[in-house]
């Protein structure tokens, strides 16, 4: 697919951890409106090109080597993750990382922290609570106590308090049941029908390419494969490497 306004573009990025080099001359983008999987085994780079996108990796400690983020026509390797947040890009972490002991509400209010109006955060907090009914009936309840599922379902609704315009998920289905593996990628696909641009990293491949417009697989650090969700389903190599099949 050709480059059509585009929101982010990653050129060459190389990364390593220490002496090990996570991420070689990596490049990749995604355009207004596209849902984008990062697909492949463990350890082969995905999430580590989610962390140098969102700040957590920077080139001032010697982790981002070389490379280009370009974010909304401008660099911002090297920018700290609050900084990004403001010019409109979340992460949802792998591993959801809730504040256990605070509640459902807290939680979500956790992530309105940029917004300065009582009457915006009770405007963004009705919009969640549209997206993940559950979690209405449940504002007063102590976040750890909730399941698994719903802890995704809080973790989602955290992110999408900052009102994003690039949305980040690492491993969204992560030990999830398979009723909420297929609820989460719905809620993806309505997220993403309301105009958010997603980057989703996951390791349920399939799940991932039934929501995704385009795909890259990555390969032992490098990008080995990039295409649309039609040419990634149809190739043999894909299917045996990654669905299983």
């Known amino acids: 697919m050709e480059k059509l306004n585009t929101i982010l573009e990653v050129e060459d990025l190389t990364v390593y951890y220490g ?15 596209e849902i984008v999987a990062l697909i492949g ?3 082969a780079g995905k999430s580590t090109a989610l962390k140098a996108i969102c700040g957590l990796l920077r080139p001032f ?19 700290m993750p609050h900084q990004l947040v403001k010019m409109g890009l979340s992460l949802v972490p ?18 309105a922290f940029i917004a300065n109006k009582k009457r915006e955060i009770g ?10 009914p559950i979690l209405n009936g449940r504002q007063g309840q102590r976040a750890g106590t909730l399941s698994s599922g719903e802890q995704q379902m809080l973790v989602m ?57 385009r795909a890259y697989l990555f390969e032992g650090g490098r990008v080995v494969k990039e295409g649309s969700r039609e040419e990634f389903l149809k190739t043999d190599m894909v299917k045996m490497a990654i669905l299983g099949r």
């Open 61 to 79: 400690n010697g982790e981002i080597r070389s490379g280009e983020i370009m974010y909304l026509g401008r660099s911002i390797k090297g920018l």
């Open 157 to 213: 609704g955290r992110a999408l308090m900052l009102r994003p315009r690039l949305l980040l998920l690492d491993e969204p289905s992560l030990g999830l049941s398979p009723n909420y593996v297929e609820l989460v990628f719905k809620k993806i696909s309505e997220i993403n029908s309301e105009g958010t641009s997603l980057i989703i990293v996951e390791q349920n491949a399939l799940a991932a390419l039934e929501v995704a417009h």
């Open 41 to 43: 085994p463990n350890g």
């Open 19 to 33: 002496t090990v080099c996570a991420l070689n001359k990596v490049s990749l983008f995604i355009n207004e409106g």
């Open 94 to 111: 792998e591993g959801r990382r809730i504040f256990r002991s605070m509640t459902v509400r807290e939680n979500l209010e956790m992530g």
């Open 123 to 132: 405007e963004r907090l009705k919009r969640v609570f549209e997206l993940f």
